[in-house]
């Protein structure tokens, strides 16, 4: 060795049937071949990876062949007609009347510029026709309504270009725009915001965490560069993808800190580990092979636990994809491309790096190491023996505790987050904010039935008895369509000229409800309107009906959800720890944590219990239907891996003859320390997410955090060693599936 560089390759013997041990030998033969392609593929990514936020948008929540999407269809396409796409809030400046000279001239020209634009089919404004429901109460605003012919997926490119010819100062008047649209793309803008807020927040944070876990810079900035070779890969995952699918912005978001976090986390393990082995053969005369076996030995040790907790990890964002939501299959694409990508760095270019810098790894130090020692003593082993000592009491009483986090859940009210997920400060929110004020806000967000086919002439007695028995339901205020106006069951007025409710092609009628689209209480307006008989086969949309076809899609794929992860993580613990009984033990406390993570986030944002800590929020009531589920499958991923890391040790130990519960308190003492520190980084990842300033990062961020401190806590510290306590030799039930152990040290040849 010269200078710290490791130069000559011992020539070892391994197992014939162990392929880490033999990828390990690989790259530890070309270590800088293997630098090398990992640099010109970083390369490559950081290239493709460039732009990828101008790719991807927001939404991605409506599953496909949903009545809520064929009636938008309907709507838009045959029918010609529906809600707006843009609703253009435009104040008079100074405290004026929208009835002024000035501000009906600003109006009229307004209005004349939005008809004139691409893309846009109908214009409606208070200016043309003086309608009062366009009118603020205040006499001081009124509204333009555009709707314009786009998609869910192509809003970025064609509203956006829009909006900055009509908003801003229009004469005497100053205009801001809202509705689905734009507030979509001020979630997207807000997203890319946040993304370089929690990279810029997230990177200094994590780096002294990691300088104080390792001891030293070097190190420390080695796990950093591989977490940052993750994030890149990712990037450019998600670009590539993103010309092939539909792809949200929030994958972008989750992604990113998701592979950060994990490829962080797998270096630790494999740095600890290398670190213990190489003091355990500092007896080796030659410097170089005692690297070198240390090298092999972590990669087929610790190397096949970052295997196991990866593929574990994929399996859970996998379920993701049994959703048909572009959504969460845009996050479980990026994730598992992330994770894949971040464990295939731990185990190939890590050890190359170590190889080259050989005793250099150890530069920079901030504080003194202590060499590798017995496993039997430290505050983790005692910590783990006083724990099984009483393993009955620690059970009944954390059980308890996390019981007691679980009750909120029961009243978790699923809704979907409006507007008011943007900061206070967003024009598209304050903008919102006026409509919901001083307007009729659930008349501009009714629920939408069309009627293909229908004559409204021909058809009128029987488009009438339709409309009636619609007004006659719970929440309905009243009922619009061609025959008319209707309330509780009455005609109360007539249909204006130039109503837009008919057209050759058909019928649509809009129905306003009392109670707010983005409640619970407007998807069940949504399930009595479709139980309603119709003349023709009716197609019932809007918001309230996507919100209700959202939970449906969600209700339906939770089963099949759980049921693949119960699957994955069941076969790949078994495999990697040869037992049947710790698996299933594994399983419940992970759905135990969790429950009690989705009792914490209820009650902070639902109920909007210590808010103010978290920046401050609009506390809507209600619970987003799509966030436990992206909680769940990315929380048990990451849980997952602190157990594997646990478990695999545990058997290790278990296998070299120690007693279970030695096993386990030795376990604890090595590894307690490695998911500590690794629950520390993801937290404040995540907590970097939490500080975002739209409230769906906000939610996952925090919900993430809580989920990882309460599993390497309470959970692996406490739980997990006094149930192992109470099991006892039933740990190692599966007779059939038990082989000796495996020397998982290289020897020479």
């Known amino acids: 060795m010269r200078s710290g560089i490791v130069t000559r390759r011992p020539r070892l013997r391994l197992l014939p049937t162990d392929p880490l041990g033999s990828l390990a030998e690989l790259v530890l033969r070309f270590p800088v071949r293997t630098l090398l392609l990992t640099g010109c593929a970083l390369l490559v990514a950081a290239v493709a990876a460039v732009g990828v936020a101008g790719n991807l948008y927001h939404g991605g929540t409506t599953a496909p062949g949903a009545e809520s999407a064929r009636a938008e269809r309907a709507l838009s396409t045959s029918l010609r007609s529906g809600s707006p796409t843009v609703t253009l809030v435009a104040t008079v400046r100074g405290g004026g009347s929208v009835d002024g000279p000035a501000a009906a001239r600003a109006g009229a020209l307004l209005a004349q510029r939005a008809r004139g634009l691409p893309k846009v089919v109908e214009v409606r404004s208070y200016w043309t026709g003086r309608p009062a429901a366009l009118r603020g109460r205040d006499g001081r605003s009124a509204l333009v309504l555009l709707r314009v012919a786009s998609s869910e997926a192509t ?12 908003t801003g100062r229009h004469g005497a008047l100053d205009v801001a725009a809202t509705g689905p649209t734009p507030v979509g793309l001020a979630i997207e803008r807000q997203s890319r915001q946040d993304l370089h807020r929690t990279e810029l927040l997230a990177a200094p944070l994590t780096a002294a965490v990691l300088v104080v876990v390792f001891g030293g810079v070097v190190a420390a900035g080695l796990a950093l560069l591989v977490g940052v070779c993750a994030v890149v890969g990712a990037a450019a995952f998600l670009s590539g993808l993103s010309h092939l699918t539909t792809v949200s912005v929030i994958a972008l978001n989750l992604t990113t800190a998701l592979g950060f976090a994990l490829a962080v986390d797998f270096s630790l393990f494999m740095l600890a580990r290398y670190r213990e082995e190489r003091d355990r053969f500092r007896e080796e005369r030659d410097p170089g092979e005692a690297v070198h076996r240390a090298l092999v030995a972590t990669v087929c040790s610790t190397g096949r636990t970052v295997v196991c907790s990866a593929l574990t990890v994929i399996g859970s964002l996998a379920a993701l994809l049994v959703f048909p939501l572009d959504m969460l299959r845009s996050v479980a694409y990026g994730g598992i491309a992330v994770v894949a990508l971040s464990a295939l760095l731990a185990i190939t270019a890590l050890p ?22 017995a496993p039997d003593g430290g505050r983790w082993y005692r910590l783990a023996y006083g724990v099984m000592r009483r393993p009955a009491v620690v059970v009944l009483v954390l059980g308890a505790v996390l019981t007691a986090l679980v009750l909120p859940f029961a009243g978790a009210r699923f809704g979907t987050f409006d507007d008011r997920a943007l900061p206070a400060g967003s024009a598209t929110r304050q903008a919102t904010d006026t409509v919901r004020r001083e307007f009729d806000h659930h008349a501009l967000s009714p629920v939408q039935v069309a009627l293909p086919g229908l004559d409204a002439r021909a058809d009128a007695v029987a488009l009438d008895g339709y409309a009636r028995r619609l007004a006659r339901l719970e929440h309905v205020t009243r009922v619009e369509t061609a025959t008319g106006t209707y309330r509780e069951g009455r ?76 699957v994955v993580t069941l076969l790949l613990l078994g495999w990697c720890t040869r037992s049947v009984v710790l698996p299933l033990k594994a399983l419940v406390l992970n759905v135990l944590s969790l429950s009690a993570t989705f009792g914490v986030m209820v009650l902070v944002f639902q109920e909007g219990r210590l808010s103010g800590l978290l920046g401050g929020f609009t506390v809507t009531g209600v619970t987003d239907t799509v966030v436990p589920v992206l909680v769940l499958c990315v929380a048990f991923g990451l849980s997952m891996d602190y157990e594997v890391l646990l478990l695999s040790r545990t058997v290790e130990e278990h296998d070299a003859g120690a007693s279970t519960r ?44 809580v989920a990882v401190f309460v599993d390497a806590t309470v959970i692996r510290l406490l739980l997990a060693p006094a149930l192992m306590a109470l099991l006892g030799r039933a740990n190692w039930w599966a007779p059939a599936l038990r082989p000796a152990a495996q020397s998982l040290v290289p020897v020479k040849r």
Do not use: C, N
């Open 352 to 373: 190359a790096a170590l190889l080259l810098l050989g005793a250099r790894i150890d530069a920079l130090s901030v504080r003194r190491r202590r060499p590798w020692a």
């Open 155 to 166: 809003a970025h490119r064609d509203v956006e270009p829009l909006l900055p010819r009509l």
């Open 491 to 566: 005609r109360v007025a007539a249909a204006g000229p130039g109503h837009g409710y008919a057209s050759p092609a058909g019928v649509w009628a809009a129905v306003v409800t009392g109670v707010g689209p983005e409640t619970a209480e407007g998807a069940s307006v949504v399930r009595a309107v479709r139980a309603v008989s119709s003349p023709v086969p009716a197609l019932v949309g809007g918001t309230q009906a996507w919100l209700a076809d959202l939970g449906d899609t969600i209700r339906a794929g939770v089963v099949p959800a759980l049921s693949l992860i119960a």
């Open 662 to 705: 030695q096993a386990v308190a030795r376990a604890v003492q090595r590894t307690a320390g490695l998911f500590t520190a690794s629950a520390l980084v993801v937290i404040v990842v995540m907590s970097a997410l939490a500080a975002s300033g739209l409230l769906l990062l906000k939610v996952v961020g925090v919900g993430l955090a």
